[in-house]
């Protein structure tokens, strides 16, 4: 018989049927990089599992969870911090592009 113990006795976010991960969006941050990320939590848990499968670790850590507008007015607020940030790991590399001037 196979081993149930580690099994969630009901399904995850039962009281929430109608959660759809295609429709909440997670603001990430890399800080190797020193960038942001926007994707949606659907894109988010696959790209992890596939890490996952892949032994392979993990660059982007996500800061928040919500619905779009949320998210793209935190990383507005988060990224003069981010871009200042870049900008002084980077400077004196050759061609360096100001995190502003970034596409």
Known sequence: MPDTTN?????????????????????????????????????????????????RDMQYVPLLIGDREVIDK????????VAERYNAKHRDEDGFIPYEALP
Request: proline share 7%.
């Open 7 to 55: 099994r969630p006795k009901r399904p995850l976010l039962a009281e929430h049927p109608t959660f759809d991960t295609l429709k909440v969006w997670v603001l990430l941050w890399s800080q190797k990089q020193g960038m942001l990320h926007i994707e949606t939590l659907d894109d988010m848990l696959n790209s992890h599992m596939q890490a996952f499968a892949d032994d």
């Open 74 to 81: 935190a990383a507005a607020a988060v990224t003069p911090k």
